[in-house]
């Protein structure tokens, strides 16, 4: 027996629980973690529901009246898993900045979104199907996806939330603070729109001012919106754009990507590789060979362990497990772009390409760079971003900045008094401890077809 | 030993549930070529994990006389030592219930048994006999389990409905076989899943009225170590 299994329910509770706590009654979903994916962010959504609910059901605290503080995929899974999960004396008030739900992937064409490929080589990481009690989806354009998790919400909606008054949501947020008291009172100010849902839709009232005191709110922003580099084009990550086609023109286009995080090296991909799909590229580069080197890279890992910096371990493999990849990968370097990947690191601290290795990016990007590297598919810079951007001649708007975004200024800004939340919040990002595997067990939340036929 | 059981459905996907489904409705139809079977369900049952831990998940919807019943049940998930099901997982053999001279004497038995695993339905208004069929992998692991229950006295004590059942299996394990080893549908995949170690809860077989097949070997894939059909985008 494990020594998670032989934990009794309620203890298991509280450590997730605890890892989700930011204050007393005030949590925080991923937004210090490292893998912030919608998957994965689902997935703490309903490990920290369950936690709730266990630890209500043994009256070690009470969840009550609960503020959701956004609107994107991870705040609609704790809504939907809260409304599922907990009787009628819980409610739900969610609160959305933008003027529709999921905002950043709605429309999104030209990005894909996979449950658990940035988990590979792991077992069941090529699982299409996020498999998930609330709010299921698989992979697809970003577009697909939250389609198919707001159809599944207004779903969990229609069983759980008939009235109103279970879940009340506000969109177009103007001012939204939270003033935690010493007792840990949360209350909440804001000017915006109350919005009545209408099937997947929602239809906006009045804007108004107000506050309210809520019992437990729950944080649920992902990590904000990218860094904009002034002076060049870096569209949010979510933003439909062309760089994954062909060049139509007949001329061979200079790129610059900047960064060395996910965002950044899913651009190297798209800009270097011909027919690039990241639901597809492993199968397509190891063929039938994919189930060894899958447990192979899997064995390895488990020694290294994932943090680890994979550089060497593919430069020992290189003639061996990735000699066929890698032929097939340089006859796809795509014709009509000319790439340079510019590292340097916030701090200055990348000074080799090998430096990128560690765990600043999916298992799956690395391996991908490594094979890029090994086919000269790009050209690389460690200079000031103007100095490389003026020596490649690079055009601003082919200028991709892919630095992540400034999550901790973000969740500050929440806070009437952020002193209170930022020794925690560095902890957090510190200690990564908010696993996203389902942690709660097989059958807890209640699914809504059951509920309409009852 | 699980401390809290929960009855909800977990997700399965849609390539795993057609895939069983036209089977089912071919052993539905064997089970009543001979005339009405009230109450006859079918489905499948897979072995899935979470966190470490295995479970047996319903894959499907019920077979029944009305159609299929589904709501609430596919996705279910139940403990390794969830009744007959556990009893074909454990011993890796066919289950089925044993003969008896009247309905009323297996009711009488089996109310025992309910008792004794702390079973409070009314034994009348549950099935009275049972079958479950273990389909296992190239190292003996239970991947599925066929599970079957109605309300016809010893509809399962006939040795040769049995085989004619198993034989069925096989065909369907040969053919998953094939499809495991010749991909010939590129976007639907067997993908991985998780082993885990069997997550046991008090056993809730009813011990007096059921029994192990000794004289049928349970059908048994050579290729098919899991059972998780998706649509796979290669």
Redesign the interface.
């Known amino acids: 027996m494990t020594d998670t299994a032989a934990k009794s329910e309620t203890d298991r509770a509280r450590e997730v629980e605890e890892t989700f706590r930011v204050l007393p009654g005030l949590y925080l979903i991923g937004s210090m973690e490292k893998g912030v994916t919608l998957y994965n962010q689902q997935v703490r959504a309903h490990n920290l529901v369950w936690a709730l609910w266990e630890l209500q059901q043994n009256a070690k605290l009470r969840v009550g009246r609960v503020a959701v503080v956004g609107g994107g995929v991870s705040g609609l899974a704790v809504a939907a898993c809260i409304i599922s999960r907990f009787d009628k004396a819980v409610s739900v008030t969610l609160f959305e900045e933008r003027w529709d739900i999921c905002p950043l992937q709605q429309g999104s064409d030209t990005r894909w979104i996979h449950p658990k490929i940035y988990d590979w080589p792991a077992v069941g990481s090529r699982g299409t199907d996020a498999q998930l009690p609330v709010l299921n989806w698989s992979q697809g354009r970003a577009s697909d996806v939250v389609r198919t998790v707001v159809a599944e919400f207004t779903a969990f909606c229609d069983a759980f939330a008939k009235s109103q008054e279970r879940l009340t949501v506000y969109l177009g947020l103007r001012h939204f603070q939270i003033k935690v008291g010493m007792d840990h009172k949360k209350e909440v100010s804001r000017i915006a729109n109350k919005a009545t849902r209408s099937g997947p839709f929602f239809h906006l009232g009045r804007p108004e001012g107000g506050t309210a005191q809520f019992d437990t709110v729950i944080l649920a922003i992902g990590f904000g919106l990218e860094t904009v580099i002034p002076g060049y084009a870096s569209d949010s990550y979510w933003r439909n754009e062309q760089v994954g086609q062909p060049v139509l023109d007949g001329t061979r286009h200079r790129y610059l990507v900047s960064g060395f995080g996910d965002g950044a090296l899913v651009d190297l991909c798209r800009l270097t590789i011909e027919r690039f799909r990241q639901d597809t590229i492993i199968s397509e580069l190891f063929k039938s060979a994919l189930d060894e080197v899958e447990t192979r890279f899997d064995a390895e890992i488990e020694t290294r362990g994932r943090d680890a910096n994979m550089f060497d371990l593919f430069a020992g493999v290189e003639g061996d497990l990735l000699g066929a990849a890698t032929i097939e990968l340089g006859n796809r370097i795509r014709k009509d772009t000319r790439v340079t990947l510019r590292l340097r690191g916030r701090n200055n601290e990348i000074k080799t390409f090998s430096q990128i290795f560690g765990r600043h990016s999916s298992f799956l990007h690395r391996l991908l760079t490594f094979l890029l590297y090994k086919c000269g598919a790009f050209g690389l810079d460690f200079s000031e971003l103007g100095t490389a951007v003026k020596r490649h001649g690079i055009p601003a708007a082919n200028v991709l900045c892919r630095y992540g975004a400034n999550t901790m200024d973000h969740l500050r800004a929440l806070f009437v008094d952020d002193q209170m939340v930022v020794n925690r919040l560095t902890e957090m990002k510190e200690r990564q401890q908010q696993i996203p595997r389902p942690l709660f067990p097989p059958g807890i939340f209640p699914y809504y077809e059951k509920e309409k036929k009852e | 030993m699980?401390?809290?059981?929960?009855?909800?459905?977990?997700?399965?996907?849609?390539v795993s549930q057609l895939a069983v489904l036209p089977f089912l409705a071919g052993v539905d139809g064997l089970l009543r070529e001979s005339g009405e079977v009230p109450g006859l369900r079918i489905t499948v049952h897979r072995v899935m994990s979470?966190?470490?831990?295995g479970?047996l998940?319903q894959v499907c919807a019920y077979i029944t006389d009305s159609g299929a019943d589904w709501?609430?049940k596919v996705?279910?998930?139940f403990p390794v030592t969830e009744g007959i099901m556990g009893a074909a997982y454990e011993f890796g053999r066919v289950w089925r219930t044993k003969s008896f001279p009247t309905r009323e004497a297996l009711i009488l038995v089996m109310h025992e048994n309910m008792k004794r695993v702390g079973d409070t339905r009314d034994p009348n208004t549950v099935a009275i006999a049972y079958l479950a069929i273990p389909m296992l992998g190239p190292q003996g692991e239970v991947v599925l389990i066929l599970y079957a229950d109605c309300n016809k006295l010893n509809f399962f004590v006939d040795d040769q409905l049995i085989k004619h059942v198993v034989a069925m299996c096989k065909g369907f394990c040969k053919l998953f076989d094939w499809l495991q080893h010749d991909l010939p549908f590129p976007n639907l995949?067997n993908?991985?899943?998780?082993k885990g170690?069997p997550a046991r809860e008090k056993e809730t077989l009813y011990l007096s009225i059921q029994e192990q097949v000794e004289k049928i070997d349970p059908p048994k894939f050579k290729a098919v170590p899991f059972f998780?059909y998706?649509?796979?985008?290669?």
Do not use: D, I, S
């Open positions: 699980l401390t809290h059981v929960y009855r909800n459905p977990e997700p399965v996907p849609l979470r966190e470490g831990q479970y998940q709501r609430g996705g279910r998930t995949r993908l991985p899943l998780e170690k998780n998706e649509a796979a985008a290669a």
